[in-house]
């Protein structure tokens, strides 16, 4: 025979539609975007990681101050590798004051993926990089000047080598606004000046390496090869290398973040529809009580009250899933296609993100209701018909100071008697100020940390120079640089200068037997003044060890400051070779084929600028995903609070209170709870992401500060007060309605 209690589903429904509706929109949007970024991150990952056979990507490419005759490419190749010729030129792009790298034809090693248009056919075309056209709002058809020369853009590319948008190895982030990758002819790359070619070669290996631990072993040894025979200007293996690593790093990472999100939230709505369930459960317990009594079992029962939030999760599932395999893997598709140039993809349907979005899911649900029904019903018929779910001896009610006023001690026993729901809420709230902090902050940081590089640059122009050469500018000061690496696993690049004594621009007490470091240094590595810090060569075992007599504020870079003196003495080097330029002014007497680099406030500020781009909208998106979070959890435990306590309300309605005086009673009771929760998670919230930011961010060079302005808290205290009197006024239009006769008809 059919099971009568399935009649009381469609009822049950009925009464909680407004409930079940918000929670079955909520699911369903979150399983919707996880399955997006997953579908869509599978896919980008999966063509990202066939691309590397696909394109021929090289295992590193070093840089030579001279061309390689064919005799030393041999000596260098040996039996081991295959070395490419990869000339690039860089040029500025004076419309959109950004630099562009042109490489010649590649049809042997980082092979061009072809976006939009064709490639070009003759000396006056030119195809850019998908990104960096879109940023510079340039397309196909449009002309471009480069070296006073009009090139006509024929095509859109991505380039293999090139899926982010690093300029140089030691940035911390990319750019793809000021900096592109452009692809010409033979003849039109042999067009420009031979000074401005950068004599770059790529490099596979014959047997390529199982792991980035062989592959460093490898680049180790062909290193040694190349530093006796080559001098080097650049060495960068591929698995050091943002520009090819860096996108398969961060969209591997997404996944994972998204997937974590989704379970930390079907746990906080599970454990809701859990508390939501015992509620219903404590309304219905003299019911419960007699079907005990009358021979249905423990069994039937925990499936009955299982079966809506069952019904709604798989409902959300399938709802959440198709949104996520179409416009939500498009979306994720098309945010990944902003920052990443990345090849072609194909959509890749997944059983994984079907298990991590749908079963487990489902799993996490039915579990936690699970436990909390099976604990429920231990109870006898008896203690159900009188009402009286307590699993533990009931003891005396906690003592309060008489002292205390009477409406405090009210509010006080609302709270003890509502532990698990106000628990649950401040837990909400620590969670919804996460991400809240995340979407108001994130552009106070980003803003903050490039006026702090702006207002701490050393000079307004840092030229690093190919040769030693005299200057006549009156604002030139001398530097001498290197670059060492740490030790740590990272190995990531530090500068290395040599400040000359009395310096203008560095105002250091140097001398020859310590370093100052840059607070970005110290910050990131926990180095202080005393310390010892040990740094090896860039291109050598070499290893170096300088005691820290201080940190300088120079947030821009992981930086080493010494002295003339002992930066000579260290590196072996005469005082006339020094390596360039600090000066306010535009050095114009040094021709351009002698400067190897020229770093400017554009440069510095690449990381906040590319940041800016990347994260566009994102805070906003964040800040109100935060607020829906909050105000879910809060309109659906203090309703379940208000429909705990109906009996009380009723019987102080009986009594003669106002509905004024009830709310003071139980909705200013959550108000303080919520207010308080809300201000008191603040300083945790901001202890959490610091440290978070910390791990995420340890594998990226250079280092950006956690920084959030006092008016980013008074922000968040102000939305999370106005978005919880919206839950208040809803929830004191429910205690209005309470009737009087409840209090009646539930008398033991």
């Not at 009464?15 to 980008?44: D, H, N, P, R």
């Not at 250091?508 to 310590?514: C, P, R, T």
Request: charged content about 20%; glycine content about 6%; some cysteine.
């Amino acid at each position: 025979m059919k099971n009568p209690l399935v009649k009381r589903l469609p009822k049950e429904l009925k009464s909680e539609l407004g409930k079940y509706i918000v929670l079955f929109v909520f699911i369903t949007g979150m399983i919707a975007l996880v399955s997006g970024y997953l579908v869509a991150g599978e896919s980008m990952i999966t063509a990202y990681n066939e691309s590397f056979d696909k394109y021929n990507i090289e295992d590193g490419n070093f840089e030579s101050f001279q061309q390689l005759d064919d005799d030393m490419l041999k000596t260098l190749e040996a039996d081991s590798t295959e070395i490419y010729e990869n000339f690039y030129i860089e040029e500025e792009i004076e419309s959109n004051e950004s630099t562009l790298r042109i490489f010649s034809e590649r049809d042997q090693i980082n092979k061009v993926c072809m976006m939009e248009g064709v490639l070009p056919e003759n000396a006056n075309q030119i195809a850019i990089d998908r990104v960096y056209a879109k940023n510079n709002e340039i397309s196909v058809g449009d002309t471009m000047v480069i070296d006073e020369r009009e090139f006509e853009v024929t095509g859109l590319v991505a380039l293999s080598d090139y899926s982010t948008l690093y300029q140089n190895p030691s940035d911390m982030m990319f750019d793809a606004i000021k900096f592109g990758v452009a692809v010409m002819t033979d003849e039109g790359f042999e067009s420009f000046n031979d000074s401005n070619i950068h004599y770059s070669y790529s490099w596979t290996y014959n047997n390529p390496p199982a792991d980035d631990i062989e592959a460093k072993e490898m680049s180790e040894d062909f290193l040694e090869v190349l530093s006796s025979n080559v001098m080097l200007n650049n060495y960068l293996p591929a698995f050091s290398n943002q520009a090819i690593q860096m996108a398969g790093d961060d969209m591997g990472g997404d996944t994972q973040m998204m997937a974590v999100l989704l379970y930390m939230m079907m746990a906080i709505i599970a454990f809701i529809f859990a508390i939501t369930t015992s509620n219903t459960i404590m309304k219905e317990s003299s019911v419960i009580g007699t079907l005990r009594a009358s021979g249905y079992t423990k069994g039937e029962l925990i499936r009955h009250y299982m079966t809506m939030p069952m019904i709604i999760t798989v409902l959300s599932a399938i709802a959440g899933n198709i949104l996520g395999y179409t416009a939500l893997k498009e979306f994720a598709i098309g945010m990944y296609y902003n920052s990443f140039s990345l090849t072609t993809y194909k959509t890749l349907w997944n059983a994984d993100a079907f298990v991590m979005t749908s079963v487990i899911p489902l799993i996490m649900m039915f579990l936690i209701n699970l436990f909390i029904l099976v604990k429920k019903m231990k109870l006898s018929p008896l203690k159900f018909i009188r009402r009286d779910l307590s699993t533990r001896k009931k003891k005396k009610a906690f003592k309060l100071n008489t002292k205390i006023n009477i409406l405090t001690r009210f509010r006080l026993r609302v709270i003890f008697q509502n532990m698990p729901n106000y628990i649950t809420i401040i837990v909400g709230i620590l969670f919804a100020n996460v991400i809240l902090l995340f979407g108001c902050g994130l552009e106070p940081l980003i803003e903050h940390y490039s006026d702090e590089i702006t207002a701490n640059m050393i000079s307004e122009y840092q030229y690093i120079l190919k040769a030693p050469l005299e200057t006549e500018n009156p604002d030139a000061e001398k530097f001498y640089a290197n670059s060492l690496k740490v030790t740590e696993k990272s190995e990531e690049g530090v500068s290395v200068y040599g400040i000359v004594p009395d310096s203008r621009y560095v105002d250091l007490d140097l001398n020859s037997e310590g370093v100052y470091i840059s607070n970005a240094y110290s910050e990131k590595y926990g180095i202080n003044e005393g310390d010892i810090v040990k740094l090896k060569g860039s291109y050598d075992d070499t290893e170096y060890s300088f005691k820290v007599n201080g940190v300088y504020y120079y947030p821009s870079a992981i930086s080493v400051f010494m002295s003339e003196n002992n930066f000579c003495e260290t590196f072996d080097i005469g005082s006339t070779e020094f390596s360039g330029y600090f000066s306010d002014t535009e050095i114009t007497d040094i021709d351009k084929m002698y400067i190897a680099t020229e770093i400017t406030e554009d440069d510095l500020t690449k990381t906040s600028r590319q940041m800016k781009n990347s994260f566009n909208g994102m805070g906003g998106l964040l800040s109100a995903f935060g607020i829906i979070i909050f105000m879910l959890i809060i309109y659906m435990l203090s309703k379940i609070i208000i429909e705990k306590n109906a009996q009380s309300v009723s019987m102080t309605k009986i009594l003669g209170y106002s509905n004024k005086e009830i709310n003071s009673l139980y909705i200013m009771t959550t108000s303080i709870v919520v207010i308080a929760s809300l201000i008191l998670t603040m300083p945790l919230v901001s202890l959490l992401i610091d440290k978070v930011m910390d791990v995420a961010l340890s594998g990226y060079a250079g280092y950006l500060p956690f920084y959030v302005p006092f008016s980013v808290y008074i922000k968040m205290a102000v939305l999370g007060i106005v978005s919880y009197a919206v839950i208040a006024y809803m929830q004191m239009r429910r205690v209005k309605k309470i009737p009087l006769d409840i209090a009646l008809k539930n008398v033991e």
